[in-house]
């Protein structure tokens, strides 16, 4: 179930997911090259590193997020049950 949730609900994150990771990491380094989501395996050479710098300030931001609603949701959980 989970491998078919994938397939289907990955076309539809990727380009979202790509085009955000490059606009933050074009806040860090600065670069000419446009992204197009039609030809961006063509220049992954050369968005490659600003898209991992992007996709590594967004991705920890997103974990440290998550992490303290989760927590907040299970310490209020426990707190409602006892």
Request: charged content about 15%; proline content about 2%; hydrophobic content about 50%.
């Amino acid at each position: 179930m989970a491998i078919s949730a994938a397939f289907i609900l990955n076309p539809l994150t990727s380009p979202f997911l790509l085009m955000i990771s490059f606009k933050v990491g074009t806040f860090f380094i600065e670069t000419d090259i446009k992204f197009e989501y039609e030809n961006w395996y063509e220049n992954i050479s050369k968005i490659g590193y600003v898209m991992l710098i992007g996709s590594t300030v967004v991705s920890t931001i997103t974990a440290l997020l998550v992490y303290f609603i989760i927590k907040y949701t299970i310490e209020y959980g426990r707190k409602k049950v006892i």
